[in-house]
């Protein structure tokens, strides 16, 4: 296979590809860039316009058909739709030029192209090479995670990953679907720090990768006479590390530590790993059963830098085991069968020993974290999906679960799936004063007989926010590493500790209603179900919790997920103006509006939604 793979068994669905994935990143761009209000927009009927500037400063027409949907007022452009002057636009260079490079003033105007323009050529290469669809042998979560190749649908940089060439792309990323070879270094345990869930020990999950042989020769490497052997294997902890982390990082940023035999590299384990959509974290194909592992990976994709914090990995089974109790004794959540995968292991390096000169750029880029493996949560006759398969279209134009919705229906196969995914986050945040990062990408569908029956949710260590003192059991929340100032500084949007409630509600907000609700509401209006429908579903789940459980009275009016004030993150606006202030816009909430219809209804309860029925075209 070439460097690239863009031609390789791809024919006439070369260009078509290339075409298509310009086509798709100016449409996004446009979307967010109107939803967020970076762009001005003229709106006449279903005919949208905007304005560019030629190199010589002249002004251009771009118009398109779009729509403000019902969820948020997000904005979708009709596909093919984009003109310039009159003329379809197929010149992603262009665009941007006239659009961004010309249009918009902001510190990260050139750097957001960029990344668009990698976004086009690492998609364009994905898709030249994709199945027409997924094989049945893949439909099991391992190698779903490596099928879920749409990336964000809001975010217009949605596959950038820079720091990846082409030739890392194919080597690394999911879609590929190459069988990756974990790197294991030695790390003095003065030096590196570890935190293990109750229950397990480092030793115990690190053997569950690493085999008897690959551990002798480890401590071969250590202990015999070779040159980088220290005599005295037990004063090491072994941390994996990517392939590209230590080619294109770790090998000089940490260059005086592994002179000094502080850092030892051991080489590669036997095991080979599938990479999973978030591209560092990745399954072992030899054990199938054993812990995933994300690893540091200094690359940027979407809005953020792919490192480990080194207090995000201690504080990960500190959290971990927390949920996992608050979760056992809940008596709903445990009637709804929602799980977490559980982060039972944390190591990282400890970077405030380094030098200030070494500091900055080794921050975060040594590390891991082991995560459950899905597989030890399933129950027999269970099989378990992301849940952005849900908005998945494979290359053939057939949706991932077209199968599904047709077998049982849209109108039952959306109320399982709508009851099923709200329940357990509203009931986290009302009784509990807990909000996850539950965007879909974090969330793990469990179905039996392809019907929608729990959830999993994965991804803790810093997707997690609270006011402590308004959690339910205050006395049981953990006590946490706090991040450093520098940290804060670094990624201003990642914290746990919130100030206020409304931090806490708009986080379920934007992550869960915002971009996965929204996202699954578009996917099924294709079967038919109108998006008044889908959030009346939402709303209706919402109105029987509060009815059935008036103990929390005061905490509906705290986290208000019927308030017109929600407020969501503009990550376009982040990408452009950089983290110097957050940027968050008010957008009109479906939920409230969907509530306000339900009720000139007067059919609030989910059990009496039948009028549903009539609004399913």
């Not at 941007?96 to 976004?119: C, D, R």
């Not at 480092?202 to 052997?229: K, N, P, Y």
């Not at 940027?300 to 500190?318: C, D, E, G, V």
């Not at 929340?477 to 990642?494: C, D, G, I, Q």
Request: proline share 4%.
């Amino acid at each position: 296979m070439g460097v690239v793979g863009y031609r390789v068994e791809a024919g006439g669905r070369t260009e078509a590809v290339y075409v298509g994935v310009q086509e798709r990143i100016m449409r996004q761009t446009l979307e967010a860039m109107w939803f967020e209000g970076i762009l001005d927009s003229h709106v006449s009927g279903s005919g949208w316009r905007t304005e560019g500037f030629t190199s010589s400063g002249d002004s251009v027409a771009y118009t398109c058909e779009a729509e403000r949907k019902f969820s948020f007022g997000r904005v979708k452009v009709k596909k093919g739709s984009i003109q310039r002057e009159g003329v379809p636009c197929t010149d992603l260079d262009q665009f941007l030029e006239e659009i961004v490079l010309n249009g918009l003033k902001g510190a990260n105007v050139t750097a957001f192209i960029q990344e668009l323009l990698e976004t086009m050529a690492k998609d364009s290469q994905c898709r030249a090479i994709l199945p027409l669809n997924i094989p049945s042998e893949d439909r099991h979560y391992d190698a779903l995670e490596s099928h879920m190749t749409d990336g964000h649908l809001y975010h217009p940089s949605y596959k950038s990953r820079l720091g990846f060439s082409l030739k890392d792309n194919l080597a690394y990323g999911p879609e590929f679907n190459s069988e990756v070879a974990l790197v294991w270094v030695a790390v003095k345990k003065e030096l590196a720090q570890t935190a293990v869930s109750a229950g397990y020990s480092s030793e115990e999950l690190v053997r569950q990768h690493l085999t008897v042989e690959d551990m002798q020769q480890f401590h071969q490497m250590l202990e015999g006479d070779g040159e980088a052997a220290s005599g005295d294997g037990d004063r090491y902890v072994f941390i994996p590390v990517h392939p590209w982390q230590w080619e294109h990082q770790l090998e000089s940023v940490f260059a005086r530590q592994l002179m000094d035999g502080d850092i030892v590299y051991l080489g590669p384990s036997s095991s080979s790993y599938r990479a999973q959509q978030s591209i560092r974290s990745l399954s072992n194909r030899v054990n199938p059963e054993a812990p995933y592992i994300k690893l540091a990976l200094s690359i940027t994709n979407t809005s953020s830098t792919r490192i480990l914090a080194q207090h995000t990995t201690q504080n990960a089974p500190l959290i971990s085991d927390w949920l996992d109790k608050l979760v056992r004794e809940d008596e709903l959540l445990q009637q709804a069968q929602f799980g977490i995968l559980k982060e039972i292991m944390g190591l990282s390096f400890r970077y405030e020993q380094l030098p200030a000169t070494q500091y900055g750029r080794a921050y975060g880029t040594l590390g891991a974290i082991w995560r459950e493996n899905v597989s030890v949560h399933l129950q027999e006759g269970e099989t378990a999906w992301p849940l952005n398969a849900l908005m998945l279209v494979q290359p053939d134009g057939v949706p991932f679960i077209q199968g599904a919705v047709e077998r049982h229906g849209v109108e039952k196969w959306s109320e399982d799936l709508v009851c099923t995914v709200t329940l357990p986050i509203i009931h986290l945040l009302y009784a509990h004063g807990i909000a996850l990062e539950s965007h879909a990408q974090n969330i793990i569908l469990v179905l039996e007989d392809d019907l929608p029956k729990r959830i999993i949710i994965k991804d803790l260590h810093d997707g997690v926010r609270y006011v402590p003192e308004q959690l339910l059991h205050p006395e049981q929340a953990p006590k946490l590493n706090p991040e450093p100032e520098t940290h804060r500084k670094f990624n201003r949007y990642s914290f746990i500790y919130a100030g206020d409630v409304s931090e806490v509600r708009d986080y379920t907000y934007d992550a869960f209603f915002f971009i996965c609700m929204t996202d699954i509401a578009l996917a099924l209006e294709k079967f038919g179900l109108s998006e008044e429908a889908f959030w009346q579903l939402c709303a209706g789940v919402i109105v029987d919790y509060q009815r059935e459980h008036p103990e929390y009275e005061e905490r509906f009016a705290a986290f208000d997920l019927f308030a017109e004030d929600a407020l969501i993150e503009e990550m376009t606006k982040r990408r452009l103006y950089g983290d110097g202030e957050l940027y968050f816009r008010k957008a009109s909430n479906p939920l409230k509006v969907s509530k306000d219809e339900l009720e000139s209804k007067g059919t609030l309860q989910l059990k009496e939604t039948s009028e549903l029925k009539g609004i399913v075209e």
